[in-house]
């Protein structure tokens, strides 16, 4: 049973690794870049879900322990924890974002590469070795696909996590009244 499955992993791996080699370095270029943004996406989820919320309290509470909130150094302090909160909700989102539109580049940039080796094979031998130029034109649709199958998700992915920021920042700026008056007078 147990040798079985190691079979079945080594022989995943032994398919994975052919199937990365075929596309050459531009594909597991692509992988890597996968691995790093969707590594980046569920940290950040993780910090909506289950950092921020911890923060945002401390933050509420800080602020309506406070006795003065109506001065304008009370307010500057409060722009400044509604700012500070609101870089940490937005960090990494632009880099994911950067990141993320850099794989249908990539992809392009393999199909370039392979282009090229398609017509060294040309110049070296014509049009006489049909498997090397199948190769060639293989390596180029491979890497292509991957970056534009990769981004697709991402870019959906991105949307979201940027949407549930700003989701978050209105929380924030909600919770966060000016004045203690203002919180009494919502109350029925």
């Known amino acids: 049973m147990l040798n079985d499955d190691l079979i079945k992993l080594l022989e995943f791996a032994w398919q994975f690794i052919y199937f990365m080699s075929s596309g050459g370095y531009v594909l597991w270029s692509i992988f890597a870049l996968n691995l790093l943004i969707w590594m980046l996406m569920l940290e ?47 960090k990494n989102l632009t880099v994911i974002h950067t990141f993320v539109e850099l794989l249908p580049i990539l992809g392009l940039m393999g199909t370039i590469i392979a282009m090229i080796e398609m017509f060294e094979v040309l110049n070296l031998y014509g049009t006489g070795n049909a498997r090397a130029l199948a190769g060639s034109i293989s390596k180029a649709l491979l890497t292509t696909l991957a970056g534009l199958l990769s981004a697709i998700p991402g870019l959906f992915l991105i949307g979201l996590l940027q949407q549930k920021a700003h989701q978050k920042i209105a929380q924030l700026s909600d919770q966060l009244p000016i004045s203690l008056l203002d919180q009494e007078s919502e109350k029925p």
């Open 44 to 90: 950040r989820y993780w910090y909506f879900e289950r950092v921020f919320p911890a923060l945002l309290a401390q933050s509420v509470n800080q602020w309506m322990t406070r006795e003065d909130v109506h001065s304008w150094y009370a307010q500057s302090i409060r722009t400044m924890i509604i700012a500070g909160l609101k870089a940490k909700l937005t």
